[in-house]
């Protein structure tokens, strides 16, 4: 799937996640990609290139500013692929607990150095 190729660069990441928060001038998108990848605003724009391309994002125009914002299209794309899988991390925690109770000893199953009662 394309949208876990352009997903899988930790900064195209960093930059989706800085998106679900809200829109953000690509200024502010710069300053907080820079200082953590240690990136130009140059090579933080191809990112939002690459983003924008593949409609992870939208930018709109206000003057000489850009505005980016998230778009769903992709992540649901990615959500669609991990369903088939999501019941592996979703199963109920009483299934757990139900088997770690059978597998327990209870107190009074006469073993020694149990107490009885």
Do not use: C
Not at 46 to 66: E, I, S, W
Request: proline fraction near 7%.
């Amino acid at each position: 799937m394309q949208a876990f190729q352009v997903i899988s660069d930790p900064v195209r990441r960093r930059i989706v996640e800085l998106l679900a928060e809200g829109e953000a001038s690509a200024g502010e998108v710069g300053r907080v990609i820079g200082e953590e990848f240690q990136l130009s605003q140059p090579g933080v724009s191809q990112h939002l290139k690459v983003l924008r391309d593949h409609g992870f994002v939208a930018v709109r125009a206000d003057g000489t500013r850009r505005y980016y914002r998230i778009m769903p299209g992709p992540l649901r794309e990615i959500d669609s692929w991990l369903e088939r899988y999501r019941a592996l991390w979703e199963r109920p925690l009483s299934a757990l607990d139900e088997e770690l109770r059978r597998s327990r000893p209870r107190a009074d199953d006469g073993r020694p150095g149990q107490p009885t009662t």
